[in-house]
């Protein structure tokens, strides 16, 4: 019995495994007749069935309408996982800084471009200049968005209890917002840290594994837990210990 509910599940994720890929396709010839926001739109539709597939579900936390703020806010989060990108793209619908490129190029054809587009950053956190290029490029994406969302610890390399850049407190006092800082909650994914430099090793673990849920939360009251006017030596130590103090 155990076997046929196994066979089962992992029929219904290949196919949703298939939709997701299905749509992802769909944009490219969007991209290439110039219907952006449909290729953005399908991406987003990508990333929520990809998620599904993996067996993940996403519940998004907030008690405040973060997504139409007057005043715009710049997004960070505790990154720990390579499916961040997914769940950004598809349930927060925010651009991003990312390193994504690196790794999922490999399984997506034309990956750079189709996140380009949808207003994400692409980060080789290896790479002075290209560090140097995101980083510009992040005015950019306020002055079109309003709004965008960064990693402060920058990869999966380097946790956000070890370090946090200055970046979103520079974005925020340029654009005289407040930091929004996302707490992401990953549940038992069943997923080794070697597991997160891999997608082919993601896929095959989370095929067939149980349903695991990642919480995205956000609350007005932490709008105020990381003031933007702090100075150079007081801000990374507020990320870390907002984060630390929030860990599971």
């Given at each position: ?48 069935q ?80 290209s ?7 992040s ?11 960064i ?62 849920t ?35």
């Amino acid at each position: 019995m155990r076997f046929v509910l196994v066979a089962f599940r992992l029929f219904l994720r290949l196919c949703l495994l298939l939709s997701a890929y299905f749509a992802y396709f769909a944009q490219l010839p969007a991209l290439v007749f110039g219907r952006k926001k449909f290729a953005a739109r399908m991406l987003s539709v990508c990333s929520r069935q990809l998620l599904r597939s993996l067996g993940i579900n996403v519940c998004i936390r907030s008690d405040f309408n973060w997504y139409k703020t007057s005043n715009g806010l710049v997004h960070i989060y505790n990154h720990e996982n390579p499916l961040d990108v997914f769940i950004i793209q598809g349930y927060l619908n925010l651009p991003s800084i990312t390193t994504a490129g690196s790794h999922l190029g490999k399984v997506f054809p034309f990956f750079d471009r189709c996140v380009r587009n949808a207003g994400h950053i692409l980060l080789d956190h290896m790479d002075p200049a290209s560090r140097r290029s995101s980083f510009s490029r992040s005015f950019e994406t306020m002055e079109a968005y309003g709004q965008m969302i960064i990693a402060p610890n920058g990869s999966l390399v380097t946790s956000i209890y070890q370090r946090a850049s200055r970046s979103p407190q520079v974005l925020a006092r340029k654009f005289s917002t407040l930091i929004a800082p996302w707490i992401f909650s990953y549940g038992d994914l069943r997923m080794s840290r070697q597991d997160l430099y891999s997608p082919v090793l993601i896929l095959l673990k989370r095929l067939a594994a149980p349903v695991a849920t990642i919480t995205c939360s956000l609350m007005e009251e932490d709008l105020q837990a990381i003031p933007v006017g702090l100075s150079k030596e007081l801000f990374e130590p507020a990320v870390i210990s907002f984060y630390s103090l929030r860990k599971e």
